[in-house]
C-alpha cells in the first residue's frame, strides 16, 4: 500500500487527519487504515508521537515510509493538547480531522467531510456524529444520541440541509453545560484552527474547552451519519477510577475562565448559562464531598443553596478552599 513519493512531489492534499498516538502501535494501525481505506489520494495523516520509549515505527503504517503520512516527535509526554496543536499546525490541506489513534473515522467519512465544507462555505467548524463500538457500545450510543438530538432541537438553523445542520450563535448556552461527544470530535478549516488557537496544555478536559472556545469564533454546522468510530471501554481516560473529580475541577476552571471572556461579558444570557454551569459543578462537588464528608456541612449548604442562582466569583475561592484536592 506504498504510495511513490515521487508521483506525489508537489502534493498538496485537501483534508489532513492529525492522529496523536501514545505507545499503542495496533491501534494505531486501525486508526490510520481506517483514513486510508477510503481511497482518496487527497489526504494526509500527521502522526504525533507522544510516547517516550515505543516509537510510532512498530505501527505497520508508520514504518511503510508511504509519502501521504508524516511522523511528528513531541517532548517527552507533552500531552494529546500539545499533539493535536502541533500536528495542525503543520497540516497542509485546508480541513483538519482530528482522530484518536484508539478510534477510527467510518467508511466514506473523509469525502462526507469535504462535501460539507463545499456545500456550506460559510462554515468553518464541523461538529462529526458518533457511531460507538466496543464494550458498552449499544448503551453509551443510545445516551449520546439523546444528548445530541436534544442540543440539536435548540440549535439547528433554518438553512440546514438534510444531513447537515447549520447551528446558531447560541450554541454555547447549553455547550457549558453539557457536550455531547459528537461536539467533541470536529474537523476545522486550517483558517479556522489559527482564528481559534490551540488546545490549552493546563486544561484536563482540553477538547471541551476547545469546542465551546470555537463555538463562540466560528460558524459551525453538525455532521450526521456515521462519521467518527469512538471505542468505549477500557481504553477511554475517563474510565479510569478517581478521575470524575479531576474532570470537574477542569470544567469549573475553564468555565471560570469563560466568564471573562467577551462574549460572554456582552450577552446576558450568555453570562447567565456560565453562571448556572459553574453552580451545577460547585453543588455537584459539594455532594461528592458530603458524601465523603470531606466538606464543611454549612459551606456544602452555602454552595448548594447556589445551584439555581447567580454565582458570586468569590463562591469560586471559598468552594476551592473548603473541596480539597486529591
Known amino acids: ?113 469535504l462535501e460539507a465544507f463545499k456545500a456550506l462555505p460559510q462554515v468553518d467548524l464541523l461538529y462529526l456524529d458518533v457511531a460507538c463500538f466496543g464494550e458498552r457500545a449499544v448503551e453509551f450510543q443510545a445516551a449520546i444520541a439523546a444528548a445530541t438530538e436534544n442540543l440539536l432541537s435548540q440549535h439547528s438553523g433554518p438553512s440546514s440541509l438534510r444531513d447537515l445542520l447549520v447551528l446558531d ?5 447549553s455547550l457549558f453545560s453539557r457536550i455531547p461527544m459528537p461536539f467533541q470530535r470536529f474537523a476545522v478549516t486550517t483558517k479556522g484552527f489559527a482564528e481559534v488557537g490551540g488546545f490549552r496544555k493546563d486544561c484536563l478536559l482540553w477538547d471541551n474547552e476547545w469546542s465551546i472556545r470555537a463555538s ?62 459553574i453552580s451545577d459543578e460547585l453543588y455537584s462537588l459539594a455532594r461528592w464531598h458530603l458524601c465523603e464528608k470531606r466538606v464543611l456541612q454549612g459551606t456544602s449548604a452555602l454552595i448548594a443553596s447556589q445551584r439555581r442562582a447567580h454565582v458570586p466569583r468569590r463562591w469560586l475561592t471559598l468552594a476551592r478552599a473548603v473541596i480539597p484536592e486529591r
Not at 481506517?34 to 507522544?50: A, K, N, R, T
Not at 450563535?169 to 448556552?173: A, D, K, N
Request: charged content about 25%; glycine content about 8%.
Open 1 to 113: 500500500m506504498n504510495s511513490d513519493s515521487t508521483a506525489l512531489k508537489g502534493w498538496t492534499p485537501s483534508l489532513s487527519v492529525v492522529i496523536p498516538t501514545y505507545g499503542r502501535p495496533e491501534l494505531l494501525d486501525e486508526a490510520i487504515d481506517s483514513v486510508f481505506v477510503q481511497g482518496l489520494m487527497d489526504v494526509e495523516v500527521i502522526v504525533v508521537d507522544d510516547h517516550p520509549t515505543i516509537p510510532a515505527e512498530r505501527s505497520r503504517w508508520c514504518a511503510s515510509g508511504d509519502a501521504r503520512l508524516r511522523i511528528m516527535r513531541s517532548g517527552p509526554s507533552a500531552g494529546g493538547a500539545w499533539a493535536k496543536t502541533a500536528g495542525a499546525r503543520t497540516a497542509r490541506g485546508q480541513v483538519v480531522v482530528f482522530l484518536d489513534d484508539d478510534d477510527t473515522l467510518c467508511p466514506g467519512a473523509c469525502a462526507r467531510i
Open 169 to 173: 450563535r447560541q450554541l454555547p448556552v
Open 216 to 277: 463562540f469564533a466560528l460558524r459551525t454546522a453538525f455532521l450526521r451519519g456515521s462519521i467518527y468510530r469512538w471505542r468505549v471501554g477500557v481504553y477511554n481516560l475517563f474510565s479510569k477510577a478517581g478521575t470524575g473529580l479531576a474532570q470537574a475541577q477542569s470544567k469549573i476552571s475553564y468555565l471560570e475562565w469563560m466568564h471573562d471572556h467577551p462574549r460572554v461579558r456582552e450577552s446576558r444570557t450568555l453570562a447567565r448559562a456560565v453562571d448556572k454551569a
